[in-house]
């Protein structure tokens, strides 16, 4: 089932989405919607399946006693039935590799979905779709990481270089273990650095083994960093629904312990306020987040909300400005040329890095640049 491609039905889709996602206290609305038909589920489940939300779409309705078409409701208990076993799989994964490390004397920082798979703040195990299993090591321990996951039958993903992360995955496992230093590329170590992570870091078991996990002030404020800035969300007006909705999720679970305070002054020191206010307040929107204390709305956020919704409506501009950053962004591209940051040799890359693409994919570029990410 896909998405309508329609811009007008894709909004329409997304408010009738919206609302099933977020219950009664969705603060997204749209009084012209009405009760959806036959087509508006199809086109809403279409959405939700392009966002990577059915799992949790199947959750909502199916514990609020929602009455479905019988052809939804089975579409979406077989999403729901295979992605509870792929991440029963992730998580026999992941106790399998925190114990082979414990063995050794390392104990991994957990972060992202690894952390969710076994803090017990997922109600249903099959709600949230992920990718790979996000772990931190200590400096000077990834050597001998490596080698642990290899006699498990890990090795290096293919796929692009990225620095701040080691992707290892096992042959028919269900994706890899993402093996980091630090919490993600820059900017987020210099607003959250794996230091003060492990410092304030608390200990979790995972199976028989420990590890250890962000604290919730932690886990917050790297939910949003991942999402609005190292996924360009913020720049490139993009929709990352499944991300409010971890969001919403950590706050309704650790509200009381979450230190606002600090998010803010950290994010505004590093020049990311309007990043924050304008993630938090498109969780209000698109999931029914309660706006922290302190975070009035206001026109900017409205206005990057405008964006974002006309951006989805058409489907590709999001997913266009991205792919482009990501192509030629200075990490990358250092990786690929070696051009130690030089302004002149980045240049000089960017320019290699296009007539590399032109020569070797040809038509196949424009194809790939407007290509939907997640």
């Known amino acids: ?211 250890r996990m962000l604290c919730p002030t932690h886990q917050v404020l790297h939910c949003v960093l991942h999402a609005a800035v190292q996924d360009h969300n913020q720049a490139v007006a993009g929709l990352p629904l499944r991300h409010l909705l971890t969001l919403t999720s950590l706050i309704q679970v650790h509200g009381r312990c979450v230190d606002w305070a600090l998010i803010d002054a950290r994010m505004d020191g590093h020049g990311l306020s309007r990043a924050l206010r304008n993630h938090l307040w498109l969780a209000h929107r698109f999931t029914g987040l309660m706006l922290p204390e302190g975070y009035p709305d206001g026109m900017r956020p409205r206005f990057h909300e405008a964006r974002v919704l006309a951006n989805f409506g058409l489907g590709w501009p999001a997913h266009l400005r991205r792919n482009l950053r990501l192509a030629f962004a200075r990490d990358y591209l250092d990786a690929l040329y070696s051009h130690g940051d030089h302004p002149l040799k980045l240049g000089a890359a960017r320019v290699r890095h296009a007539v590399r693409l032109l020569h070797r994919d040809g038509r196949g570029v424009l194809h790939a640049v407007l290509k939907r990410g997640n």
């Open 1 to 211: 089932m896909s998405a309508p491609r329609s811009p007008r039905r894709r909004v329409r889709a997304l408010r009738h989405l919206c609302p099933m996602l977020g219950g009664r206290t969705m603060a997204y609305p749209d009084r012209r919607a009405g009760d959806p038909g036959w087509t508006e589920w199809h086109d809403a489940v279409g959405v939700a399946m392009e966002l990577n939300v059915a799992p949790q779409l199947w959750c909502a309705l199916r514990d609020r006693g929602c009455a479905l078409p019988e052809d939804i409701a089975a579409l979406l208990r077989a999403h729901h039935r295979w992605n509870t076993i792929r991440n029963l799989a992730f998580q026999h994964r992941l106790a399998e590799a925190v114990e082979a490390l414990n063995r050794v004397g390392i104990t991994p920082l957990l972060f992202k979905g690894a952390a969710q798979l076994v803090d017990g703040t997922l109600a249903d195990a099959g709600s949230r779709w992920m990718a790979d299993l996000d772990v931190a090591v200590p400096t000077g321990r990834l050597a001998r990481t490596v080698d642990v996951l290899r006699d498990l039958g890990y090795e290096p993903a293919p796929g692009k270089p990225f620095v701040h992360d080691l992707a290892l995955a096992q042959p028919g496992g269900p994706g890899p273990i993402e093996v980091h230093l630090e919490l993600g590329s820059p900017p987020i170590p210099a607003v959250l650095s794996a230091a003060e992570a492990w410092a304030e870091s608390s200990d979790i078991a995972v199976g028989t083994a420990r590890a």
